[in-house]
């Protein structure tokens, strides 16, 4: 794998596919005495969760509509 100017390289497609790196993905390299990994990012499950569901939603609802509904009010 060649490295640019930028010290940029492009991690492969099977690669990305086996440890889920998606665009947007957060990837960090772990130094030990054999060399470096890349590995993914470890973040919050919920911050994963919430990510995947942007612009997901079909209802159009406003920020008042859904805050009654979730307080039960009609």
Do not use: C, N
Not at 40 to 62: F, H, L, N
């Amino acid at each position: 794998m060649r490295v640019t100017s930028k010290g940029q390289v492009t991690i492969p497609k099977d690669v990305r596919k086996r440890l889920g790196i998606t665009p947007g993905s957060e990837v960090d390299f772990k130094i030990d005495r054999h060399g470096a990994r890349l590995v993914r990012a470890r973040t919050s499950r919920g911050k994963e969760v919430v990510e995947r569901m942007v612009g997901q939603g079909t209802v159009k609802m406003t920020t008042e509509e859904i805050m009654a509904l979730t307080r039960g009010e009609d």
